[in-house]
C-alpha cells in the first residue's frame, strides 16, 4: 500500500497489502449489497416483494423488464432523456470552455469577478428558486420543449465545468499559445486545434458530470415538461404507481436498472479519461 | 349557440355504447361558438388518468376546432405553479383539483357558479358539498367518492375466534387475546405525517357528537376554539391508542408500503387507510387476509355513530373571468366528462369504490358493495376547511402524541394559537 | 490585448447563465419583499426579514444543516481519503473497484432514498434484518422512526451516495503527485509512513479543501435525500432550511416569506464559501 502512499506505480509493501484489500471490500460490499439487493428484487413480483424483501424470488419475474419497458413506454424515455442530455453536455462544454478560453486568452480586470459571480452559486440546487425560473421559462414560452430543460440544465452545470476548464488551462504551458501566436494563428484556431484537443480529460470529465446530472434530473422535468411524449426517464417511472398512495416496486426496481444501465457503461468506458480530467482540472493553478 | 344535452338523452342514446368495453365515440357534440384551445390546469394522477385521456380524445373528435390542453403540476406545488403560470399570463380556463385546492378558489370567487350551467341532480349530495361556497355551487366532482374506512382482515378474526369489535372496550380485549402472537391489532405509516389527521377527523366525527363540520366552522370563524374540550377529547382519543398498545411505537419508521406489507403478510387485523388500496389489496388476493370494511368503533357512549373522512377524488371549476364563448366551450367539456357513461369509465379505470354520479353503479365484489353502504357515513375531510398552517400542527401534532413526546392540550393550544396568528393577519373564513 | 475581443468567447455562457440562474435568483430576492402571494406590484417591505428573525423552526433547521454539514463533511472526506489511497496504484481489479465506488454517485437519488428507506425500515428492512440474523438483534435500532437516530441515518445515505465523486477527485490528486520527491525522500532513508505523513499528507490539502467546500455548501443546500427519506420526520428531527422553505412555499402559499427564507440561505452559504475560500487559498500558499 506504499504505492498508494507514494506515488502511482510502485510496487506495494506486503505489510500493509492486506489493509488496502480490507479497505476495498468493505467499502465494495457497503456499495453492492444495497445495489445487488434491488437488482434481485427487481425479479419478484411485488406481491411477494412487499412481503418479504429479503428473501430470493421464489419465481424469478424476468417479464418484470419486458412489462416496465412498455408500461412505461421506455423506448421512448430513453429518446427524450438521451437528447436533453447529449445536448444540455454538449451545449456545456461548449459553453464552458469558450468562456474559461475567453477569461484565460483577454486578461481583463473584471475577470475575477465574473468568475466569481459563476462559481458562487455552484452547489445551489434549482428548487431553491423554481418559482422565479418557471415564470422565466414560462414567459420564453419554452414550456413543454426539450429546450426548458437543456437550457436550464447547462445554466447549472456551468460552474463546476468552468471551473474545471479554467484550472486546466491554468496548468497548460504558455508557450504552445505563445508558439501559435507567433504563427499567425487566430483564437479561434487556437481554440479549436490547441485547447480543445489537449482539453479531452477535462471534456471527459465535465461530460461525466454533465451527463449524470442531466440524465437523472426530476424536478424541473416534472415541472416543466407536460407533454408525455416528451417526458424523460426519472418522469416515465411515474406509472408504476398503482394508486395514489402505492407503487409497484419491482416494476419500478426493474425500470431504475434499465436508466442506470447507460451511465454504467459510460463511466467505465471512460473512466481513466474521467480521472485523468479531474486531475488536470480540478485544482492546478 | 350551445346545444345540451339532458342525461335522459344520455341514457338513452348511449345504452348501447355502454355495453362495449371502451369507450367508444359516443362523445359530445356541443355546436360550440368557440374555437381554439381550453386550458385545462390540473394535478399529476398517479397512475395517469387514461380514462381521462380517453374523454378529451372523444370530445375533440366531436367538436372539431376545440383543443383541450392540459397541464399538470405535482401535488404540492401545484398552487404555487398555478399562481406563477397566471403571473406570466397563461390562461386557466379549467381547473381540475383535488379538493381542498378547488375549494380555495371556489371561496375567493374566481370560479364560475354552475348551478345553472349543469343538471347537478347526477351528483351524490355528499359529494357536491366539497365544491359548494354557501349554498352555491363552484365546483363539480369527478370520478368517485372515497375515503380512509378501517380496513380489516377478517381471517385474523375468524382464526382466533374473534368477532368485529363495536366499541373501544373491544379493541382492548383483542389486543390483550392477540398478546402472544406478532400481529398488531393496528397498521400504520406513523412515519408519513400526512396521514395522520384522518385519525382526528375520525375521532372528532364521535367526541363532537357528529357535528365536526359544523364543529370546524365555529372554530374558524372564532365562535369556538380548538382548545374546546371536544377537540382535545378528540385528539386524546388518538393518543390514547398509543398508550394502549393499539398503535405500537414500531408505525414511525413505516411508510405505505411497510404497512402495505405488514396487513398483506397477516401481521394486523386494521389498517385507517385510503380505499384506493383496496384494489391493490383485491388484486394480489394474499393468502392471509381476507378483505373486510368497516368503520371505527365508539369510542364512548352517547348516541355519537361512527363516521369516516373522505371526499370526492377531483373537483372541476370554470374560470369565472373568462370570455363567455370559453365558459360555455369549458361547461360543455365538464357536462362531458362528468356524465354517467364518463363517470362510469373514469371509476373503473382508476380503482375508484364509490362513483359521485347516484346513477352509475358500483362494480367491485362484496368488499365495495359494503364500502357503498358505508358511504352514507362520509364525512368531508376537515382539512379541506382548515387554513394549511393549522393542518401542519394537527400533522406534527398528532405524530408527536402518539410518540408519546406531547399532550393533547398542547396540540390544540398550538393549533389556536397558529389560527389567531393568521387571523390577527387578515384571515377570515368563509363556508 | 482588447477586452471586446473576449465577448464573443464569454457571452454564450454568460447570457444563459444570467438568464436561467443570476435573474431567478435576483427575482426570489425581489419577490422576498413582496407579499406572500407573488404580487409584484406591491410596495417593498422588509416584513418577512423580521418575522425570519423570530422563525424559531428555521432557526432549528439551519441548526440541523450545520450538523449535517459537520458530519457529512468529516465522513465523506475521510472514507474517500482512505477509498482513494486503497484504490491508487496498480493491482488486479482497479478498473472495476474504481468502478464500484462511483456508482452510487451515477444512480438517481430517487433510487437511492426508495432503496435505502426500505433497508433502514425497523422490521422488514435488510438492515435489521442481517444484524439479527448475525445474533446482534440489539443493534437493530429503529433507524428511520427515531427522533434520535433518523438525522444519522440521513447522513449515512447522504455520505453512502458521494463518497464516490469525492474519490475521484483524491484519485485525480494522488496520481498527479511528483513520483521524484518520493524517490529522492526514499533514497534518505524516510519510511513509508514518514513519506506519506510529510508528502503525501501536505500535497494533498489542496484537494482537501475542493472536497470540503463541496461538501459542506452541498449540506447546506441538501433536500432531496431527506425529503424522499424523511419529509422532515419523525418529529421534526430532520428538518433543514430547504425543507423549510418547501413548507412554506408549497404547503403554505407563503410565497414572499418563501422567498425570504431562501435569500437568507443563500447569503449563508456565500458567506460560508467566502470563508472556506479564503481557508483554501491560506492553504494553498503554504
Known amino acids: ?285 | 349557440m350551445t346545444i345540451r344535452l339532458t342525461r335522459r338523452n344520455y341514457l338513452l342514446g348511449t345504452a348501447a355504447a355502454i355495453a362495449t368495453a371502451a369507450l367508444g365515440r359516443a362523445g359530445f357534440a356541443a355546436g360550440l361558438a368557440y374555437q381554439g384551445d381550453i386550458n385545462m390546469y390540473s394535478l399529476v394522477r398517479t397512475p395517469p388518468d387514461d380514462a381521462l385521456a380517453a374523454l378529451i380524445e372523444s370530445f375533440q373528435a366531436d367538436n372539431p376546432g376545440v383543443a383541450i390542453k392540459t397541464t399538470s403540476y405535482p401535488s404540492e406545488t401545484d398552487v404555487a405553479l398555478m399562481t406563477a403560470a397566471q403571473k406570466a399570463g397563461e390562461a386557466i380556463d379549467i381547473m381540475f383539483l383535488n379538493g381542498q385546492d378547488l375549494r380555495r378558489y371556489a371561496i375567493d370567487g374566481t370560479r364560475l357558479q354552475l348551478d345553472d350551467k349543469l343538471a347537478l341532480d347526477r351528483f351524490r349530495p355528499g359529494a357536491l358539498a366539497t365544491g359548494q361556497v354557501n349554498g352555491k355551487t363552484f365546483g363539480v366532482p369527478y370520478s368517485s367518492i372515497s375515503g380512509f374506512p378501517l380496513i380489516a382482515n377478517a381471517k385474523i378474526l375468524t382464526d382466533h375466534g374473534l368477532t368485529m369489535p363495536k366499541t373501544y372496550a373491544d379493541l382492548l380485549a383483542i389486543r390483550d387475546k392477540l398478546a402472544g402472537t406478532d400481529i398488531k391489532v393496528f397498521t400504520h405509516p406513523g412515519k408519513n405525517i400526512y396521514l395522520w389527521p384522518v385519525w382526528f377527523f375520525t375521532t372528532f366525527g364521535q367526541t363532537s357528537g357528529n357535528k365536526s363540520v359544523e364543529r370546524t366552522a365555529e372554530i374558524l370563524s372564532g365562535k369556538g376554539k380548538f382548545t374546546d374540550s371536544d377537540v382535545v377529547a378528540g385528539l386524546d382519543a388518538i393518543f390514547q391508542f398509543g398508550k394502549d398498545g393499539l398503535l405500537t411505537q414500531e408505525i414511525f419508521s413505516m411508510d405505505v408500503p411497510q404497512s402495505l406489507a405488514e396487513f398483506a403478510a397477516g401481521r394486523a387485523l386494521f389498517w385507517m387507510h385510503h380505499e384506493s388500496v383496496l384494489a391493490e389489496l383485491m388484486k394480489q388476493a394474499p393468502a392471509a387476509v381476507t378483505l373486510d370494511v368497516t368503520l371505527m368503533p365508539l369510542l364512548a357512549e352517547g348516541g355519537a355513530h361512527a363516521t369516516y373522512p373522505g371526499g370526492p377524488s377531483a373537483i372541476i371549476g370554470v374560470n369565472s373571468g373568462a370570455t363567455a364563448d370559453r365558459q360555455a366551450a369549458s361547461i360543455a367539456f365538464i357536462d362531458w366528462i362528468t356524465s354517467d357513461q364518463a363517470n362510469a369509465a373514469a371509476v373503473k379505470f382508476n380503482n375508484g369504490t364509490v362513483p359521485v354520479n347516484t346513477a352509475v353503479a358500483a362494480a367491485g365484489g362484496p368488499v365495495v358493495d359494503k364500502m357503498v353502504v358505508l358511504s352514507d357515513n362520509l364525512v368531508t375531510y376537515l382539512d379541506w376547511n382548515w387554513p394549511p398552517e393549522v393542518t401542519h400542527v394537527f400533522q406534527e401534532g398528532i405524530q408527536a402524541g402518539v410518540g408519546g413526546q406531547t399532550t393533547a392540550e398542547q396540540v390544540a393550544a398550538d393549533a389556536q394559537a397558529a389560527l389567531d396568528k393568521l387571523v390577527a393577519a387578515g384571515y377570515t373564513f368563509k363556508n | ?286
Open chain 3, 1 to 286: 490585448m482588447s477586452r471586446l475581443g473576449a465577448i464573443p468567447w464569454i457571452a454564450p455562457g454568460l447570457v444563459l447563465f444570467f438568464v436561467f440562474v443570476q435573474f431567478p435568483i435576483l427575482l426570489q430576492v425581489w419577490m422576498s419583499f413582496g407579499p406572500d402571494s407573488m404580487d409584484m406590484t406591491a410596495a417593498p417591505s422588509l416584513r418577512h426579514y423580521v418575522e425570519l428573525v423570530h422563525d424559531r423552526k428555521f432557526g432549528t433547521a439551519l441548526g440541523h444543516n450545520v450538523h449535517f454539514a459537520i458530519a457529512t463533511v468529516i465522513g465523506k472526506v475521510v472514507l474517500a481519503f482512505a477509498l482513494a489511497l486503497a484504490l491508487n496504484g496498480d493491482f488486479r481489479g482497479r478498473l472495476f473497484f474504481r468502478g464500484v465506488f462511483f456508482l452510487p454517485v451515477v444512480i438517481s437519488f430517487v433510487a437511492i432514498g426508495t432503496i435505502w428507506g426500505f433497508m433502514l425500515q425497523y422490521q422488514l428492512g435488510a438492515v435489521n434484518g442481517t444484524l439479527r440474523a448475525m445474533g446482534l438483534g440489539w443493534l437493530a435500532l429503529d433507524w428511520l422512526g427515531s427522533g434520535r437516530l433518523a438525522m444519522w441515518s440521513v447522513i449515512f445515505v447522504d455520505i453512502w451516495k458521494w463518497t464516490g465523486f469525492h474519490v475521484v477527485i483524491y484519485l485525480a490528486g494522488l496520481q498527479s503527485l511528483p513520483r521524484d520527491l518520493y524517490e529522492a525522500a526514499e533514497m534518505d532513508g524516510a519510511s513509508a509512513f514518514q513519506r506519506f505523513r510529510d508528502i503525501t499528507m501536505p500535497l494533498m490539502r489542496r484537494y482537501t479543501m475542493t472536497n470540503v467546500i463541496i461538501a459542506t455548501l452541498g449540506a447546506f443546500s441538501v433536500f432531496d435525500v431527506i425529503f424522499i427519506m424523511t419529509k422532515g420526520g419523525p418529529f421534526n428531527s430532520t428538518q433543514v432550511a430547504m425543507t423549510q422553505i418547501y413548507l412554506n412555499a408549497f404547503q403554505f402559499q407563503r410565497f414572499g416569506y418563501a422567498s425570504a427564507q431562501a435569500t437568507a440561505l443563500l447569503a449563508i452559504m456565500g458567506a460560508v464559501s467566502i470563508v472556506l475560500l479564503r481557508l483554501s487559498q491560506r492553504v494553498d500558499t503554504q
Open chain 1, 1 to 285: 500500500m506504499t504505492a498508494a502512499l507514494d506515488a502511482p506505480g510502485k510496487p506495494a509493501e506486503r505489510s500493509l497489502h492486506w489493509l488496502r484489500w480490507l479497505i476495498l471490500a468493505f467499502g465494495a460490499l457497503g456499495v453492492l449489497y444495497p445495489i445487488g439487493l434491488f437488482l434481485v428484487n427487481s425479479l419478484k413480483t411485488n406481491a411477494e416483494f412487499v412481503v418479504t424483501p429479503l428473501s430470493w424470488p421464489s419465481v424469478w419475474a424476468f417479464e418484470n423488464y419486458v412489462v416496465a419497458w412498455q408500461k412505461a413506454r421506455m423506448g421512448r424515455l430513453i429518446v427524450n432523456s438521451a437528447i436533453v442530455s447529449f445536448a444540455t453536455t454538449i451545449l456545456t462544454i461548449l459553453f464552458a470552455s469558450m468562456l474559461a478560453f475567453g477569461l484565460h486568452i483577454f486578461r481583463f480586470r473584471g475577470r475575477n469577478a465574473i468568475m466569481a459571480s459563476v462559481v458562487m452559486t455552484l452547489t445551489i440546487p434549482a428548487q431553491i428558486y423554481i418559482i422565479p425560473l418557471y415564470i422565466v421559462v414560462i414567459s420564453l414560452g419554452l414550456i413543454n420543449t426539450h429546450l426548458a430543460l437543456i437550457l436550464p440544465y447547462t445554466a447549472g452545470s456551468l460552474p463546476l465545468a468552468v471551473i474545471l476548464f479554467s484550472n486546466y488551462f491554468a496548468g497548460l504551458p504558455n508557450e504552445v499559445i505563445d508558439a501559435a501566436r507567433m504563427d499567425g494563428s487566430s483564437n479561434f484556431d487556437i481554440y479549436r486545434r490547441i485547447m480543445l484537443p489537449l482539453s479531452r480529460p477535462v471534456i471527459g470529465a465535465v461530460g461525466i458530470f454533465t451527463f449524470v446530472g442531466a440524465w437523472n434530473e426530476f424536478f424541473l422535468a416534472l415541472i416543466f415538461i407536460q407533454n408525455k411524449d416528451l417526458y424523460t426517464l426519472p418522469l416515465g417511472t411515474q406509472v408504476f404507481a398503482t394508486s395514489e398512495y402505492s407503487v409497484d416496486f419491482t416494476l419500478l426496481f426493474a425500470a431504475f436498472s434499465i436508466s442506470m444501465m447507460p451511465m454504467l457503461i459510460a463511466y467505465l468506458l471512460m473512466q481513466r479519461q474521467f480521472i485523468a480530467g479531474m486531475a488536470g482540472g480540478a485544482l492546478k493553478g
